[in-house]
Structure formats: structure tokens, C-alpha cells
């Protein structure tokens, strides 16, 4: 351990190895992040998970290799009651070299956020030529049933991917580049209103359900060939045209990223960088039969 006893700032260093070698679900390095003191996360693995002393995420501040990244990261910027994504859409772990938290008391260069303040070190090419290939597996094979469910949700994860870096001209030009993608099928199940038994006689007599104006008989057929898409009600509510019924979803998310950086040094003091980030993903859910 190292003390500063410089600054009064209030933090973590994450470095390479422990990037790599920390066990982190789905591969967001953010989960790190609660390593830093006063750190706190709702357990949902993301960067708008995570907060700092009892300050709201939108607090925080990002910087990636010294540029403000705080808003492509944040899912709702200024907004704190706004959706979300459901994409990580990131970085991959495999090109980030290193990232500082600073929960508190922070110097005046990164604070910029009242919440924390996150540093980003990317990886950079070097005169030797390294690369990596990678390939997490997790499946309910592996998984127990939730405490909230009689059975087991079908889970099936793959993330894969790789890096390479090296020279372009030595001691002069290098490259880095990585790819990840992740290739995942889950199972969920939901509890959702549905017609009841009730309902839906009256719907196929012909009569009106319920007695808002403008209920009649020929708007009440009108909606019979849609009753096949409900599932059957298994728990009755106070409604007598309602019930509960607990259906299972299959939901499929496939995610690409790809990040590539050049550096180029001009002299011992003078250098310049280029780096380009890509991701994209496509999530596609449908009920499934229970």
C-alpha cells in the first residue's frame, strides 16, 4: 500500500491485474467501482447502479483517457427519474488498462461531479506484439432456481472476444484493438392481469363487461378473438373480471464492441492518439408456453 500524503482525496486505483483477475459477473468493469470507499450499488451491475456517499448516480463524473465521457455512459443525463437502457453498450474489460475512483475530496482536475469520480485508462500498442482470446460460459446448469420461482429459468450466456496489439513502425507507431460480444438467452417470469373465467363467458355470450359507457355487445365480440393470446388466470383478484396469471418470458440479447487506438510519438515529450468506440445490441423478448 502506498499513502499520499499530498493529497486528501479519497479513492481507489483499480490496476490491470486486478481488472483481470477480479471475478465480475457479465464483465462491467463499473462492478469494480464498489471497491471504492462510501461506494453503494443496487445489485444491477450497471455504471447507473452505482453511487457515491448517498449522492445520486447523475453525479457522477467520467473521465475517459482525460475527455468528459460522463453522458455516453449515462443512460438518462439530467434527467433522474428517466429510463434507462438495457444494454451495457461498453467498453470491453480486455482494453481498458487501468481506472481510478475518487469517492470523495477530490483534486480539482476530475472534480467536476459531486458524486464520484471515475478515471478511464485505456490500453495503448507497444513494440511488442500481445494479443488475448477469451470465452465466458454460464448456464441454469450452473444456476439455482430463484427463491421466487417453482422451477428453473432457462439461462444460457456466451462472452467472447479478444485483443491485439503491437507496432506499426517501431518506437514510433502503435496499435491496440479489441473486440466482445455476448450471446445470451434468459428466462423470466412475470405475474400479469388477464381476463377471468367471467370475463370471458361474457365475452363469448355476447354480453358487455364492465359498465363503463359506451359498453356494448358488438365491441364486446369485437375483442373475442384476441382472449387466445391470454394466459389462463390461476389467482383470482377483487376485480371478478380479472386474474392473475404467471406467464414466462424468453428474452435474447446479442451485444457487439469494438474499440481500436493508434499512437503515434513524435518525440520523447510529444505524442498523439486517436481511439474510436463501437457497440451495438439488440434485445428481443416473447412469452413462451408454461
Request: hydrophobic letters at 35%.
Amino acid at each position: 500500500m502506498v499513502i499520499d500524503t499530498s493529497s486528501a482525496k479519497i479513492g481507489v486505483n483499480i490496476s490491470p491485474e486486478e481488472i483481470q483477475n477480479l471475478p465480475v459477473n457479465g464483465r462491467n468493469f463499473a462492478n469494480l467501482m464498489t471497491l471504492a470507499t462510501g461506494a453503494t450499488s443496487d445489485g444491477n451491475g450497471g455504471w447507473a447502479s452505482v453511487r457515491f456517499n448517498g449522492k445520486s448516480n447523475q453525479q457522477n463524473y467520467l473521465s475517459y483517457d482525460g475527455v468528459d465521457g460522463t453522458y455516453v455512459w449515462d443512460a438518462s443525463p439530467g434527467y433522474l427519474n428517466a429510463t434507462g437502457s438495457q444494454f451495457r453498450l461498453q467498453t470491453s474489460m480486455e482494453s481498458v488498462a487501468e481506472f481510478r475512483v475518487n469517492s470523495g475530496l477530490a483534486p480539482a482536475e476530475s472534480g467536476l461531479g459531486a458524486g464520484g469520480n471515475i478515471t478511464v485508462v485505456t490500453k495503448s500498442g507497444s513494440n511488442a506484439r500481445r494479443g488475448s482470446l477469451f470465452e465466458y460460459l454460464r448456464n441454469d446448469a450452473m444456476d439455482s432456481a430463484s427463491k421466487y420461482d417453482s422451477k428453473k429459468q432457462n439461462l444460457e450466456m456466451h462472452q467472447f472476444g479478444g485483443s491485439l496489439g503491437g507496432p506499426v513502425a517501431l518506437n514510433r507507431t502503435f496499435f491496440f484493438a479489441s473486440y466482445e460480444g455476448l450471446k445470451q438467452t434468459t428466462g423470466l417470469s412475470f405475474t400479469e392481469a388477464v381476463p377471468s373465467a367471467e370475463a370471458i363467458r361474457r365475452i363469448a355470450a355476447g354480453e358487455p363487461v364492465g359498465s363503463g359507457a359506451g359498453q356494448t355487445a358488438a365491441r364486446t365480440q369485437a375483442v373475442a378473438p384476441l382472449l387466445a393470446g391470454f394466459p389462463r388466470g390461476t389467482t383470482a383478484t377483487a376485480n371478478p373480471l380479472l386474474d392473475l396469471a404467471t406467464a414466462d418470458h424468453e428474452a435474447r440479447q446479442t451485444e457487439h464492441s469494438v474499440s481500436a487506438r493508434v499512437d503515434h510519438r513524435f518525440t520523447e515529450t510529444q505524442s498523439l492518439y486517436a481511439r474510436v468506440l463501437y457497440s451495438n445490441g439488440d434485445i428481443w423478448t416473447h412469452r413462451i408456453a408454461r
